[in-house]
């Protein structure tokens, strides 16, 4: 089973940083998730929220700055983390992409798309993954981006994301046909919602589970049993605990 620092090692330093995500790699994880929107000036840039606020105390949105000026905001209390308050500006996804290792690195890219639009990331995302090789799974709650990114850049493997809110068909993560013509590889159900027989027929779909945010050893233990694919968690301690106290 994987385990995937969320947004980077986002205890260490700010979530969705150059530092965050060197942390990630110097604490051995096998892999990280990061989300993708778009700059002002159109550059893939890797953050998460609607607005900068909560991290940065800014009233904007990231598609209303430019890439070279969302790179040098700073974090608000940036002593908080030990880290270089430099390394944690919104960086460009191309940036992250090319100080992450290659090989069986697995890097979860989210394209943060949360209406059918023309704007969206999933065009300049497909074209930064293409010229930066790595090992990549892309994962949205949007099937429709899902299948776009697919017919724009196929084969690399996506993954659905659902999570306990929204309509049924979602929250179960089967609504089976969207997910067949999106080209599905994955399913990504947060962790409240996974059970066995889920597992049992996404592996029989040929699908593998990855969840998120899970922080918890004793229901990561219980779910790696089950047959879980791959972990998303906070806790970058979690991957250890789990190898060393592996029964």
């Known amino acids: 089973m994987r385990f995937l620092a969320h947004r980077g090692a986002n205890r260490l330093a700010l979530e969705n940083t150059l530092a965050a995500f060197e942390f990630a790699v110097q604490t051995v994880h096998d892999g990280v998730e990061l989300d993708v929107q778009l700059s002002l000036d159109g550059i893939p840039v890797v953050f998460h929220d609607d607005n900068l606020e909560r991290l940065y105390g800014i009233g904007a949105r990231v598609q209303e700055m430019k890439a070279e000026d969302l790179a040098r905001i700073v974090p608000i209390n940036p002593e908080r983390f030990d880290a270089d308050p430099e390394r944690m500006g919104v960086p460009t996804l191309r940036e992250v992409l090319e100080l992450l290792p290659g090989d069986d690195f697995l890097i979860n890219v989210e394209i943060k798309a949360p209406k059918i639009a023309r704007d969206t990331p999933t065009a300049a995302t497909a074209q930064v993954l293409a010229e930066v090789p790595r090992n990549y799974i892309v994962s949205s709650f949007n099937p429709v981006e899902l299948a776009r990114f697919s017919r724009i850049k196929p084969g690399i493997p996506l993954g ?88």
């Open 160 to 247: 659905f994301l659902f999570a306990p809110e929204g309509p049924l068909a979602l929250h179960t993560g089967w609504p089976a046909p969207a997910l067949k013509l999106a080209g599905i590889k994955a399913i990504h159900p947060h962790w409240s919602l996974i059970s066995p027989d889920m597992i049992e027929r996404a592996h029989a779909r040929g699908w593998s589970v990855n969840t998120w945010t899970l922080n918890d050893l004793d229901r990561a233990h219980w779910l790696a049993k089950d047959g879980l694919d791959a972990i998303i968690t906070d806790d970058h301690t979690l991957m250890a605990e789990f190898r060393r106290t592996d029964a």
